[in-house]
């Protein structure tokens, strides 16, 4: 016997499967009946840890609209696996803070960012039953800054103009106005921005050589991990150049492998190891002889 409503309300519909053809009817849909149904366990706790992490998780709380959960993701390709862990994220956040969550992709190509922005329903196409709509942020809608006093406004968006364009020829006068902004900026301030600029560009050869140059040259004053790196990257080179001009006087042969050892060497204790040989010794194998 039904012990309760609750328990007739759902459990019929085990006992008469073909009930939901009629239920969809009366409410204006159209669900063909099924060719066959299987009872599946309704227990739906995970069997076992799965990790899921989202890349970045904020709460913002405001006296006008309440709290507000923002999970950001950073996409660098399409990845049909993506709606689903992200809709899964969003329900996890709503059941667990019971605060409404939103869902920000970032992304650095349009075809991603126009790929993550569709609406993706979960459900039967008569009535989807969730729609995932990520909030999307890239090339195709975030703008180039190109005045260093709009970009000394918002540094935060300037960085990631350069980071969402990275790719795009614009990005050159993007990094010109960041660097340009950053001059009469505090050193505590402006070591993070230059840090994550050069970490957002990484991917894209061009604009992270830009970058460099620009902070060797605009930004040469700063003591930030990046700017400490370009010029250790400037000593090694010049005085692997003072190596391989000595042997050139002395008149020793340098092999192009040689030579490549030498050049591509980042370590100045080596280098002026290497150096110091170049001056009496008589061939490059003498010069990397172990001490």
Not at 236 to 252: M, V
């Amino acid at each position: 016997m039904v012990s309760s409503p609750h328990e007739a309300m759902h459990r019929i519909f085990q006992e008469y499967p073909g009930l939901f053809t009629g239920v969809s009817q009366a409410l204006g849909l159209d669900f063909p009946p099924p060719t066959s149904v299987t009872i599946l366990p309704t227990d739906l706790t995970e069997a076992r840890p799965i990790e899921r992490r989202v890349d970045t998780l904020l709460r913002f709380d405001s006296e006008h609209d309440g709290p507000l959960l923002l999970a950001v993701e950073a996409q660098g390709k399409k990845d049909p696996d993506k709606p689903a862990s992200w809709a899964y994220y969003l329900s996890f956040l709503y059941t667990k803070y019971k605060i409404p969550p939103l869902l920000l992709v970032v992304c650095q190509d349009r075809a991603t960012a126009e790929w993550a922005a569709r609406p993706v329903p979960i459900g039967p196409h008569q009535w989807p039953a969730l729609t995932l709509r990520p909030l999307v942020a890239g090339p195709h809608n975030i703008p180039v800054i190109t005045d260093p006093d709009e970009a000394r406004t918002d540094l935060a968006l300037t960085t990631l103009s350069a980071i969402t364009h990275a790719t795009d020829p614009d990005v050159g006068v993007i990094l010109k106005a960041l660097s340009t902004a950053l001059r009469d900026v505090p050193e505590d301030i402006a070591d993070p921005i230059i840090e994550f600029t050069a970490q957002g560009l990484s991917g894209s050869r061009r604009a992270a050589q830009l970058w460099r140059n620009l902070v060797a040259v605009d930004l040469s004053f700063y003591k930030s991990s990046l700017s400490e790196e370009i010029r250790d990257e400037g000593r090694a080179q010049g005085r692997a150049e003072d190596i391989l001009r000595l042997l050139d006087r002395r008149g020793i042969d340098v092999s192009d492998a040689d030579r490549e050892r030498i050049t591509s060497c980042d370590d100045l204790d080596v280098l002026g190891c290497w150096f110091d040989r170049a001056i009496t010794a008589t061939s490059t194998a003498e010069l990397f002889a172990e001490d």
